[in-house]
């Protein structure tokens, strides 16, 4: 399920601030970006978001900043009085006058350094307090859209059960229409120089009715969207139990399709495909 979380945080002289982004995915994949010299991190991070969430393509963004203190910057006073000499010696070699300003020679390479610390304390705790905070407001933001998405999954569960009841009770006048049909190839073809044995219609009749039976195909149909609906309502993840129900639903639908020729059965299936197909592509945003 897609969705997004924010949160900002700050202790000790660093401030964080984290986004979490979720796109649909059959499985979790996780990807966590750290500044360059906190990776050790990753693994805690990476954690929290699996606590938290079931299915989906994860991204991570960690944006930490250290507050400036006296003592962070380091001055290497040999380094500077190098290359003020070096300087001169260049001014004179070259015929150049010229004054080397303070503010110049502080941007030299390794006239002032930054001190930054490998692993600033306290910053893994600041780091997973705000992840928290993000992931809360990311899994806030899909039970939201979850909502939405569990009364668009109920119309077109509702749907598959309307033209189910629909195809069922066409099966019966199919069943009649193929004998009647059956029966009148036959007497065309005696062309009344005999009577048809009716031990034999009868026969021909069981047959046709064994032939077209759909009606396991819809009670496993109904059973299916039974079985879906408790998902949708229990606590517990189950879009993949949702997603091998999906595909089930298809294969009888397929088998009713294949077993009836039957121009009202026929586009009752393409409807029935086309409602199964939004619900396979919904149930994709399902846990």
Avoid: W
């Avoid at 964080?16 to 979790?28: G, K, P, Q, T, Y």
């Avoid at 299915?55 to 006296?70: F, K, M, P, W, Y």
């Avoid at 997973?128 to 899909?142: C, N, P, Q, W």
């Amino acid at each position: 399920m897609t969705g997004f979380g924010a949160a900002e945080g700050a202790r000790a002289g660093l401030s964080a601030r984290i986004e979490v982004r979720s796109v649909n995915h059959r499985h979790l994949q996780v990807k966590v970006r750290l500044p360059g010299d906190m990776p050790q991190e990753e693994s805690e991070l990476e954690a929290l978001v699996k606590r938290n969430l079931g299915r989906g393509s994860v991204s991570v963004s960690v944006i930490l900043e250290r507050e400036q203190r006296a003592g962070d910057v380091h001055l290497d006073v040999e380094l500077a009085r190098r290359y003020t000499r070096l300087l001169g010696q260049l001014g004179k070699q070259a015929g150049i006058d010229g004054e080397l300003s303070l503010e110049a020679l502080a941007r030299f390479p390794g006239v002032l350094t930054e001190e930054r610390p490998n692993h600033p304390k306290g910053a893994g705790k600041l780091l997973r307090e705000t992840m928290t905070a993000a992931l809360g407001a990311l899994v806030a933001m899909r039970e939201k859209e979850g909502a939405h998405l569990v009364r668009d999954l109920d119309k077109n569960l509702k749907a598959v059960e309307r033209i189910t009841a629909r195809i069922a009770k066409r099966m019966p006048k199919v069943v009649k229409e193929h004998f009647a049909a059956t029966r009148r190839r036959a007497e065309e073809l005696i062309g009344g120089q005999g009577s048809l044995d009716r031990s034999e219609l009868a026969r021909e009749l069981a047959l046709l009715a064994d032939r077209l039976d759909v009606s396991e195909e819809v009670s496993r149909l109904a059973s299916h969207v039974e079985q879906m609906r408790l998902l949708l309502d229990g606590d517990a993840p189950g879009g993949r139990r949702l997603e091998f129900l999906i595909q089930e639903l298809l294969r009888e639908v397929n088998t009713i399709g294949s077993k009836c020729n039957d121009a009202q059965v026929a586009h009752q299936v393409v409807e029935l495909k086309t409602h199964i197909e939004r619900l396979r592509e919904q149930v994709l945003n399902v846990e």
